[in-house]
């Protein structure tokens, strides 16, 4: 009778941790195949994002046709949320000037996006008075105020800061002046910065509205 080799038991014991080596490295490999593909398919900012992204806080507020608008009503097309006021000398109307032109520029019409200007000085900004001021950046600009009490709330909310009062110029108002980029699901992505050079503010608008 032929004597029967041990050789192959050992071959195959010795083949098995090769194949898991190999199949391992093939997982690896997936995985940071599908790593890159999600890191080249993700929204690339230049200013500050949130992450992970923040659940936006939604309010209702007089608008400046005198009816009430809502963040949650806008759900389903970015929002991009600003908080200033009318007697504001420079940074207000220079932002929601490069607002109006980075969308101008995407091709966003108003029924695509949203731009909010919560006023931070609700005393002397009425629905009225909004409504003369957001003329200059029609379409686009939803003015809305509210009572005292509410727009602190929604300040304080937003670690948004506002105190008036520069020396000799009693009407004037110190202010955060970001802009907050919420996109489609109400959830804030990036905090723009008008100050940032102007290519990089427009090239951020286009990037909230793409998402």
């Given at each position: ?39 080249a398919?993700s ?128 009407g ?39 998402l």
């Amino acid at each position: 009778m032929q004597a029967v080799s041990k050789a192959a038991p050992e071959v195959r014991s010795k083949a098995v941790p090769r194949v898991l080596a190999a199949v391992a490295v093939a997982l690896l490999l997936a995985l940071a195949i599908a790593a890159a593909t999600l890191v080249a398919g993700s929204p690339s900012f230049h200013a500050t994002t949130y992450e992970p992204p923040a659940p936006a806080r939604d309010f209702t507020l007089t608008d400046h046709t005198g009816g009430t608008t809502s963040l949650s009503d806008l759900r389903g097309k970015p929002v991009l949320l600003f908080f200033g006021y009318t007697h504001c000398p420079d940074v207000c109307p220079m932002t929601l000037s490069l607002l109006r032109d980075a969308l101008r520029q995407a091709g966003a019409g108003p029924e695509e996006v949203s731009v909010l200007l919560v006023t931070v000085d609700p005393a002397r900004d009425t629905p009225e008075i909004l409504a003369r001021y957001v003329e200059r950046y029609a379409p686009y600009v939803t003015g809305l105020t509210g009572s005292e009490a509410e727009i602190q709330q929604l300040l304080s909310a937003y670690g948004i800061h506002a105190e008036g009062g520069h020396e000799g110029h009693s009407g004037l108002l110190t202010h955060t002046s970001a802009v907050f980029g919420i996109d489609r699901d109400g959830m804030i992505r990036v905090l723009l910065r008008p100050e940032a050079p102007r290519d990089e503010f427009l090239a951020d608008v286009k990037t909230l509205l793409e998402l």
